[in-house]
């Protein structure tokens, strides 16, 4: 499978791994507040069909399945599926790889895939998003994020002070991805734009109060471009 191995992780680690990660924790806690946000207002009546791409443990399907009239989440990882399982008693799960076999559902209104996009390969990342366009409803939307930016000001600052380059998903490359397959962009929102060392990505400073004011910096126009982590709302177009 073209997903990197060094981010397949057993469903008993998974969440625990993220909550004592600082960093992930962040962005756990800002992109559970922008979906609490962004999908009534997609939604005003609840998404009548909502499914999960790579739920996981669960982690975003346990915010958006609440809000819908019908959820599904679907995962190649028996393990995390348990988890999910375990949050989501009103949900659908499917144990398959949906780049090996269709994934036998009625048209989609909308899609989340969330930790999935930076860490695939190009070719799956194509393949899924292909598979996405012909799940989803015309004019459904998607709701993605990209946590491994590599244009984030943490990330370029790093580079230059010796570390890796594994990360290749910037949001030009999203983009076209996403255009490619049929989709257009409607909006992106940027996630801890002002985390621009290392060093700020700690727990003191990302749960201290000042947080709120520099957190508004990840609004300003174009700021998503250098955030670490960004929410992107696409609409099948095609
Ligand atoms: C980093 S986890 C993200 C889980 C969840 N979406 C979240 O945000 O917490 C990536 C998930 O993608 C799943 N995955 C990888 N390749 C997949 C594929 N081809 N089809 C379905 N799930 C896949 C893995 O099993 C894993 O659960």
Same mark, same amino acid.
């Given at each position: 499978m073209d997903y990197r191995e060094s981010h397949k992780q057993s469903g008993t680690s998974y969440d625990k791994n993220l909550e004592e990660e600082a960093i992930s924790a962040y962005m756990t806690k800002l992109e559970d507040a922008l979906l609490r946000t962004v999908v009534p207002s997609l939604f005003p009546d609840s998404p009548p069909v909502y499914l999960d791409f790579a739920? =996981?443990?669960g982690r975003i399907t346990k915010v958006v399945s609440p809000m819908s009239a019908r959820s599904f989440g679907v995962d190649v990882s028996e393990s995390m599926l348990e988890k999910a399982k375990s949050k989501c008693p009103d949900t659908q799960f499917f144990h398959i790889d949906i780049t090996q076999n269709s994934l036998a559902l009625e048209p989609c209104d909308l899609i989340t895939a969330f930790r999935f996009f930076g860490n695939a390969q190009d070719a799956l990342r194509v393949n899924v998003l292909f598979e996405f366009n012909r799940l989803l409803k015309k004019e459904g939307y998607l709701l993605i994020n990209n946590?491994?930016?590599?244009?984030?000001l943490q990330y370029l600052l790093g580079r230059l002070t =010796?570390?890796?380059?594994?990360l290749d998903l910037s949001y030009i490359k999203l983009k076209k991805m996403l255009n490619d397959s049929g989709f257009k962009i409607i909006k992106v929102y940027g996630i801890g734009?002002?985390?621009?060392?290392?060093?700020?990505?700690?727990s003191k400073y990302l749960n201290s109060g000042f947080t709120k004011y520099l957190e508004m910096?990840?609004?300003?126009?174009?700021?998503y471009l250098i955030s670490p982590d960004s929410l992107i709302i696409a609409r099948k177009y095609r």
């Open positions: 739920c =996981g443990t946590h491994r930016n590599p244009w984030s =010796g570390g890796g380059n594994e734009a002002w985390i621009f060392r290392n060093a700020l990505a700690q910096l990840s609004k300003l126009p174009g700021a």
